[in-house]
């Protein structure tokens, strides 16, 4: 075997689709077929989950490490391209609370429900909860400033849950109102120029923003008509790219819109006139 030095890329390959023999067999045919002189590529390693106690240990490896989590096959099965219920994915979630700040309209199977809760952390970060509801959950959300329960995976690095779920409705506590959490960076001074007049915005008027930083030139706008808004963004220059998201009510929509321009503005983008 090649001696490997700090920071190389390996190549792990854990499985062989095609190959058409139980999962041992599979896992047999990479290592021979990958052998022992190739430099970067290797077999997965797999080991027996002996029982609980030792999943548990290993996940807790895993997860000091930064892993995600574990995947655990059952002995004997062949490989099914997607979900499987031979192949069961473990990992570690955490309950927290968070205020309830809004809710963003439903589409498709959800349309006329409500589709995400906007919640906001007691630090002030803004995330979106879209899974783990009922119908009658989707069609009786908890109300604004209501404190509620959820489920995550972990906190990005900017301190946003991955994979929030619903639990429910906390009726014994209630966090307090707090502000939107600035993830600003102090923008650069804008070329000087006439002070812009005041932008009076109305009803289906679209407010504009840029971002100019060394080779990044991006424009960002967003509309509101009635109970949609329309957003639309790309390179100061071209058409871009636009869409539009229908919400339950004109209020909704509206909430949508401050909740994305201060996100904006947090980020460095100017609006002009």
């Not at 609370?97 to 589409?107: K, L």
């Not at 990044?216 to 109970?227: D, L």
Request: aromatic letters at 8%; a positive charge.
């Amino acid at each position: 075997m090649f001696a490997r030095k700090p920071g190389e890329v390996r190549y792990l390959v854990f499985d062989a689709p095609a190959h058409d023999h139980p999962f041992e067999g599979r896992l047999a045919f990479v290592k021979k077929a990958l052998g022992s002189g190739l430099k970067y590529a290797e077999a997965h390693e797999h080991v027996l989950c002996k029982d609980v106690d030792s999943l548990r240990a290993e996940l807790a490896r895993v997860e000091k490490l930064g892993g995600e989590g574990l995947m655990l096959r059952k002995p004997g099965s062949k490989y099914v391209a997607g979900r499987s219920s031979t192949l069961l994915k473990v990992k570690s979630f955490r309950d927290a609370e968070a205020i309830v700040t809004g809710h963003q309209a439903g589409e498709g199977r959800h349309k006329g429900r409500m589709g995400a809760l906007l919640v906001r952390l007691p630090d002030g970060t803004d995330f979106a909860i879209g899974t783990g509801f009922s119908d009658s959950e989707r069609s009786q959300p908890p109300p604004i400033g209501a404190t509620v329960t959820f489920r995550y995976q972990e906190l990005s690095e900017a301190g946003v849950p991955r994979f929030p779920s619903w639990v429910g409705i906390r009726h014994d506590i209630t966090l307090p109102p707090v502000q939107r959490k600035s993830t600003a960076t102090p923008a650069k001074p804008a070329p000087a120029a006439a002070p812009a007049a005041p932008v009076v915005v109305t009803a289906g008027k679209a407010r504009r923003f840029e971002f100019s930083e060394g080779t990044s030139n991006k424009f960002w706008e967003v509309s509101q008509s009635g109970n949609t808004m329309t957003t639309r963004w790309g390179r100061i220059g071209s058409t871009g790219q636009s869409k539009t998201k229908t919400f339950a009510d004109e209020k909704a929509a509206r909430h949508a819109v401050e909740l994305l321009v201060e996100e904006k503005t947090d980020e460095g983008y100017v609006e002009r006139a």
